[in-house]
């Protein structure tokens, strides 16, 4: 890069004790409450602006924590297109699911009788309490949203269903199933899948109506993202949140609520069962079951305390020097974060 280049992205890059962004912005994503606040600072890979901080902040009202400021939707599309940077991370694996199922030409696989479980079996048999994965009625339909490879589709048509998927990074799951390019409103869905999709983008909200929207009424939408709540225990800040991948982070609060305003009720949680053999008994992920209903539904109560609670904890988690740091007010420490890492 030359001088002059360095010299202009510096200039954009805040000075000072108290750090501050133009592009901030002063409501909340998903439910549009003004009522937010800056509640921590983390480091970023750095943007295009020369960005090396962001802030998480905290919404009030749904309980939503998100780092500010948001990446564009331009860049976004950009990072998630199948010629960005999330494509090209996955080519080689992409390429040797595609020879094999150009090998297999669109035959279904037959499931093995005994031996080892795979994490999609083990959730199909999570997923059985809640409606008949395993014995679905004749022309039940299923949408998986960000169904990468299709993997959890393949499984799904073994099984008996009719399998859609939306997927932009890749085209390797549609060899044998149907894409879709936004969940149809129609709502002829029986099961709908966003397996760790919603951390990924800017409006949770908007998504899981559209969602809610494909499915029929006592439709179930199975969900996956990291677990907020636990991040003391697990202490991977950036799986929750780091501002470029993970741009939205949720305590189990926070998705009532959502799932509450998208029409979706808050039906069980499948991590507990699943955290021991999937993540060796480390609470990282939020496996969650709703279901689509007319039904009026209830708000949860200080939606924000958890992922205060989990902040909070986790500051006490770090050495001496990170706790007394954490004393000064966030702003601050952003701009002393800034400084280090220019």
Avoid at 10 to 23: D, K, N, T, V
Avoid at 89 to 94: A, G, N
Avoid at 205 to 215: D, E, F, K, N, T
Avoid at 228 to 253: I, Q
Wanted: with cysteine; aromatic share 6%; glycine share 6%.
């Amino acid at each position: 890069m030359r001088n002059d280049e360095r010299r202009k992205k510096s200039q954009r890059r805040p000075a000072g004790w108290w750090l501050r962004f133009p592009e901030e912005i002063a409501a909340c994503p998903a439910c549009t409450s003004p009522r937010v606040q800056v509640l921590d600072a983390f480091p970023i890979v750095r943007t295009s602006d020369g960005r090396r901080v962001s802030f998480a902040t905290g919404c009030d009202e749904c309980g939503l924590l998100f780092s500010n400021p948001p990446p564009t939707r331009e860049d976004l599309d950009r990072f998630y297109s199948a010629e960005g940077p999330w494509a090209a991370l996955h080519e080689e694996r992409t390429k040797r699911i595609e020879e094999k199922a150009l090998l297999r030409r669109k035959k279904p696989k037959p499931r093995k009788a005994g031996g080892k479980r795979s994490p999609r079996d083990l959730l199909i048999e999570a997923l059985t309490p809640y409606l008949p994965i395993e014995t679905p009625l004749s022309g039940a339909k299923v949408l998986d949203f960000g169904c990468g490879d299709g993997r959890f589709l393949d499984s799904l048509q073994d099984l008996g269903w009719q399998t859609y998927g939306i997927e932009p990074s890749t085209s390797v799951a549609f060899l044998r199933h149907h894409r879709l390019d936004a969940p149809p409103q129609d709502d002829s869905f029986d099961f709908a899948i966003l397996h760790h999709v919603l951390e990924h983008v800017t409006e949770p909200l908007g998504l899981l109506r559209q969602m809610a929207g494909s499915l029929r009424d006592g439709g179930v939408l199975f969900l996956s993202v990291p677990r907020l709540d636990t991040l003391p225990v697990h202490g991977r800040y950036r799986y929750c949140l780091n501002g470029r991948k993970h741009v939205v982070a949720f305590s189990e609060r926070c998705l009532q609520s959502l799932l509450a305003r998208a029409g979706l009720a808050f039906t069980a949680r499948l991590d507990d069962r699943l955290d021991e053999t999937l993540t060796e008994g480390l609470p990282l992920r939020l496996r969650v079951v709703a279901t689509r209903t007319t039904a009026p539904l209830h708000l949860p109560a200080s939606p924000m305390a958890p992922a205060r609670k989990a902040l909070r904890d986790y500051g006490r988690t770090g050495n001496t020097a990170s706790r007394m740091r954490r004393l000064l007010p966030v702003r601050v420490r952003a701009a002393l974060l800034d400084r280090a890492r220019a």
